[in-house]
């Protein structure tokens, strides 16, 4: 397994990761964070290009589900609108909320992919449930805790600098 704290690829957003380039990995599973990885913590309205782009996995035949750490009852909403599947109270980093999602669609890890904006929950839960991880850009650090956070991830955003997703369609 590789160190536990570093993605197996970057991207600057979602939409930076495209079906092909998954397709061509194996996956056919895509596990996403909800806040601030696919909207910001204050709304659950997505912008235009994240809608396409979660359109386009569907449609791609991609099974879609958000695996989130919330209690809060705005990602049901949110997966509801989109009929999107999801799995609250997930307890990222630990691995509960990510094998009950690989279980659900009995999907072996190396054919899942989990993308988030969190090294410490969703890069290390990803990693130690043996499934591929995406590091995203958050949409918005609004608070001095989400800051801090950051600055705490550097060494190991840093170590991932090369991982960057880069596919051309040919």
């Known amino acids: 397994m590789p160190f536990p704290l570093v993605p197996t690829w970057r991207a600057e957003d979602v939409n930076g990761i495209p079906a092909d380039f998954l397709r061509e990995q194996g996956i056919q599973l895509v596990m996403l ?4 990885t696919l909207v910001p913590y204050t709304t659950d309205v997505p912008t235009a290009e994240v809608k396409s782009w979660l359109g386009g996995l569907k449609q791609a035949g991609f099974i879609v589900c958000i695996v989130s750490n919330s209690h809060n009852s705005r990602v049901p909403e949110f997966c509801k609108k989109y009929a999107l599947d999801c799995i609250t109270h997930a307890r990222k980093p ?6 009950q999602c690989l279980a659900r669609y009995d999907i072996a890890p190396r054919q899942a992919i989990l993308v988030g904006d969190q090294i410490y929950t969703d890069t290390l839960g990803g990693n130690c449930a043996g499934v591929r991880t995406v590091l995203v850009r958050s949409i918005h ?5 989400l800051k801090l956070r950051h600055i705490a991830e550097k060494p190991f955003i840093y170590a991932a600098r090369k991982r960057r997703i880069s596919y051309e369609e040919s």
Do not use: A, L, Q, S
């Not at 964070?33 to 601030?36: K, P």
């Not at 650090?141 to 805790?145: E, I, L, R, Y």
């Open 33 to 36: 964070d909800f806040d601030n």
């Open 94 to 99: 630990f691995t509960k909320g990510i094998r």
């Open 141 to 145: 650090n609004h608070t001095v805790w």
